[in-house]
């Protein structure tokens, strides 16, 4: 009886070990594959990088907030007043915040605008593959 548990216990902790062993040679080597963004898995093996819709909402005291919604996660280090123009001039950073979403691909503006039409203009920013989007000019 007492051999019959000790090999049941060797046999567990063996299947156990080979579990994570497994699970451990299972897990991506190579960077290019994917990457960590707030705890997730961003996959980083795309061609293209796409804006997919915008959306604006105008708050009170010459306020706007600004949704971008994208096909792939931004790499938030890539956006900043040069590469977010205001009527293709450089963003004032003094009161203009960028939020992302936890998995990156939605990007929302708030900023000052005094004019009731402007156009904002996204240039350079870049996506966690390493795509970079292509020249966007939006009319408000």
Known sequence: ??????????????????????SLCAEPSSPK????????????????????????ERLENNRVQIDFLFDQGVDPRSVNGKSVKLNNKVLPMDDTKFLF?????????????????FSVTLEGIMSFSEVSLKRIEIQY
């Open 1 to 22: 009886m007492k051999n019959t548990k000790i090999k049941t216990l060797v046999l567990i902790f063996s299947i156990i070990s080979l579990g994570k062993c497994i």
């Open 33 to 56: 594959q994917s990457m960590s963004y707030h705890g997730m898995r961003i996959a980083n093996d795309a061609s293209e990088f796409n804006l997919l819709s915008s959306k604006i």
């Open 101 to 117: 979403s936890k998995d990156g691909k939605m990007m929302r503006l708030m900023m000052n605008v005094s004019e009731k039409n």
